[in-house]
């Protein structure tokens, strides 16, 4: 079998599945397969696939027919330039929530108040690890992270001896409860899908924690609470910062400026949804 034809065989296969991205996905598979990148398994078309990389093949194309997506067959997802370590116990990072880091990034480079972040929700670590790594030159900041899954927070400390080479602080708490200390600014991309869809996924056999995914009826029971608990944890003009998708972004802004949150607004994402919203903690406690 050439790389021509295993391409075509398993990308077929993922058609013939309903899947979105057939042919990528066999591209991905089989280059991971065979340890050459991309470019060299179209130069490498009309040759031969070697045997082990072959059946390493069939058994990820397998494994991608029974519904494991391919970050779960690589074990590895990449977000915002860095490799991230993903397995089941783990939301997949996705390329929406860059548009976190950025926002935070870009107050971090304006605002040298900003010097103790803590990251809610963090699952893999995507978006506290990726801020860390991504820091100017000399801008001096702490970074934490949470999670209520113990299990999640096994794969955030793989992650942050892997990219950083040690291990931020981090906390296994539900939400801020057992998170101390005050911070300067606090991120967070926690479960925000509508009960319903998070239903209908579990029913199709969706591979990813619905703990990350399932927000309560609306998708901002998590939010509700967080936006409550963040007036606690956040210093005055401190910067709240929350992924959310785009027909919550009118509530999020509602809620917390219920809240006290001042100097509301929202950063879109690549294909102009309102994907975080922003506000900063006034001084009045409500
Ligand atoms: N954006 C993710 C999705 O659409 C949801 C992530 C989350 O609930 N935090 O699958």
Known sequence: MTFGEALRSGSDAFAAAGLDTPWLDALVLLSACAGRDKAAVYASFTDPVPEEAASAFRRAMGRRLEGVPVSYILGRKEFYGLSFQVDPRVLVPRPDTETLVEAALEILERDPAVRRLHDLCTGTGCVALAVAASLPRGRRLGISASDLSGDA????????RGILGRELPHYRSDLLASVPGVYDM?????????????????????????????????????????????VESLTENGYLLVEGADDQADTMGEILTERGFRDLRWVRDLAGRRRVTVGRRGSGYV
């Open 153 to 160: 927070l096994e794969v955030f400390r793989l992650n942050s």
């Open 186 to 230: 606090i991120t967070a991309n926690p479960p925000y899908i509508t009960r319903r869809e998070t239903a209908a996924m579990k029913a199709s056999g969706w591979p990813e924690p619905a703990l990350a995914l399932d927000g309560g009826e609306d998708g901002l029971d998590v939010f509700r609470r967080l936006a409550g608990e963040a």
